[in-house]
C-alpha cells in the first residue's frame, strides 16, 4: 500500500511536469512561429534595400558619366591658366562679376569662408543677385598658390 501511495504521489509529479513540459513546447511554438515572421520580414527589407541601392548606384553613375565631360572642360580650363592670367585678376581693383562668382565657386571647392547669402540691388541691371564673397575669401585665394 505504501508502495502504491507513493507511485500515485510520482505519477501526479510526473504528469505535473510532462503538462509544464508541454505548456513550455507550445510556447516555443509560438515564439518560434514568431521569429519566422520577424526573419522573413527582415529578408523582405533586406531585398527592398538591396534593389534601392542598385537603383540609386546606377542613378549616381549616370549622373558621374554626364558630369565627367564638364569635369574634363574645367579641369583643362584651369591648366590653360598660367601666372599673368593670375596677375591680370589681382591687379584688377574691381573684377568683372562673373570672376566674382567663379571665385565663390573655387571657394566653395576649396570649402572656403563664403559671405552669408545676401540680396544685392545691382544699380546698373535694377535686378537683385546675391552678394559675392570677393572680398571675403575671393581676393586671398589669388594669394594661396597651395
Known sequence: MKM???LKHEEAQLKEGSDKTDLMLQDLEKESKKVKLKNEEVKAITAACTEMTATQRESAEKDIQAALPA????E?????????DIVEIKRTKTPHEVIKYIFDLVCIYFQAKLSLVT???KVEKKQIFLKDSWYDSGKAMLGDTN
Do not use: I
Open 4 to 6: 502504491q501511495v507513493g
Open 71 to 74: 569635369l574634363h572642360r574645367a
Open 76 to 84: 583643362d580650363a584651369v591648366s590653360s591658366l598660367d601666372n599673368k
Open 119 to 121: 540680396p544685392v540691388k
